[in-house]
């Protein structure tokens, strides 16, 4: 299976509610990158949190990161119908794969307005 | 968005024939990225390049060749196209290992 494994694979919630993703890996990380793909698009850079990093903000996003247990998760508050999109994790393990990136197979966020 | 461009967008060809992908760059970025998506699969990495004529294979490189002779272009080709290699190909492009990767457009691609 996969390095990133994203969960939920699906999620539909009603606007100015809270989405939560969830990322869990298997090997251990240099940083990790979530993403987002609006449907026919290419990918979007959201955040990049390091090893060493357990929270970071930007907006309305959190991101958090438990290198003991393996995880990540995205955090999006009051949701908007704009922010229905795929989203990815996708982690740098370092050593000799550095810079390369291993994607999950993504969480679909749906947010009815 | 990032001064990422893909030629062609979409293309269809046959089995067995040549096919060659462009990425081009205005960002002076050192590394590049191809990959490929697939249902069920998210994407894969095929090959990246850490500068001019330097490339190194990724997690799924068998029937695709790269090559970069100028910082801002990067080429994929499919040698001679299969039906697996349908998928929609995505370059990206980062300032530096360990950073964000900016990504382009995507190319459609259908081998029949």
């Known amino acids: 299976s996969q390095q990133g494994e994203e969960d939920p694979q699906a999620l539909s919630i009603q606007e100015g509610e809270n989405a939560t993703m969830n990322c869990s890996y298997k090997?251990?990380?240099?940083?990790l990158q979530w993403y987002r793909q609006n449907s026919g698009r290419g990918l979007v850079h959201l955040i990049l949190?390091?090893?060493?990093?357990r929270e970071k903000h930007s907006g309305r996003l959190r991101v958090t990161l438990d290198t003991s247990k393996k995880s990540s998760s995205l955090l999006i508050t009051a949701s908007r119908a704009a922010d229905t999109a795929s989203y990815f994790c996708?982690?740098?393990?370092?050593?000799?794969?550095?810079?390369?990136?291993?994607f999950g197979q993504g969480t679909i966020l749906t947010v009815h307005p | 968005d990032a001064g990422i461009t893909q030629s062609p967008r979409h293309k269809v060809t046959e089995t067995g024939t040549p096919v060659t992908l462009r990425c081009h760059q205005t960002?002076?970025?050192?590394?590049m990225y191809w990959y490929r998506q697939d249902p069920g699969h998210g994407l894969r990495l095929i090959h990246y390049?850490?500068?001019?004529?330097?490339?190194d294979k990724g997690e799924v490189s068998d029937g695709y060749s790269v090559s970069r002779s100028k910082t801002e272009d990067f080429l994929l080709t499919l040698e001679s196209a299969t039906s697996s290699q349908t998928s929609v190909y995505f370059c990206?492009?980062?300032?530096?290992?360990?950073?964000?990767?900016?990504f382009g457009p995507g190319t459609r691609l259908t081998v029949t």
């Open positions: 990206a492009i980062s300032r530096g290992l360990s950073y964000e990767q900016y």
């Open positions: 390049s850490y500068g001019v004529k330097d490339t």
């Open positions: 090997t251990s990380i240099n940083n």
């Open positions: 949190i390091r090893s060493n990093e």
């Open positions: 996708a982690t740098d393990t370092g050593g000799t794969s550095y810079g390369k990136l291993t």
């Open positions: 960002e002076n970025h050192r590394y």
